[in-house]
């Protein structure tokens, strides 16, 4: 199992970015997955993900600010960042899990973790 996350970069205050994590191994069909973030000297945080019924989940302090989707004839998920701003600058990642049934919020229930992908929002 692998997921890989692409999109990330040096973007300006206000635009938008659309951060990819792609899975082999296992289908997103079906699959819980989520969005995590971890800015520079902090804890990894959650932001977004979708339950295995494809609920999708966005967290409190995200909603508004975010789109969580998928493409699964890609087996691709997407988060979309509007508006960004400096305090988006972190490293995002994905990660899945096969056997989870519904979504969580606990980030050590989840079993595949991709690399990450690096976001600097400059002002």
């Known amino acids: 199992v692998q997921l890989v996350e692409s999109g990330g970069g040096l973007v300006q205050t206000g635009e938008s970015l659309t951060l990819s994590c792609t899975a082999s191994?296992?289908?997103?069909?079906?699959?819980?997955m989520i969005w995590v973030r971890q800015a520079p000297g902090k804890q990894r945080g959650a932001v977004a993900g979708i339950g295995s019924d494809g609920t999708c989940h966005v967290a409190t302090s995200m909603k508004g600010g975010v789109t969580i989707s998928t493409d699964n004839a890609k087996n691709t998920a997407y988060l979309q960042i509007h508006n960004v701003k400096p305090e988006d600058t972190a490293a995002y990642y994905c990660a899945g899990d096969k056997e989870m049934f519904g979504f969580s919020w606990y980030l050590g229930a989840w079993t595949y973790w991709g690399q990450g992908t690096q976001v600097t929002v400059s002002s």
């Open positions: 191994g296992f289908a997103f069909d079906g699959t819980s």
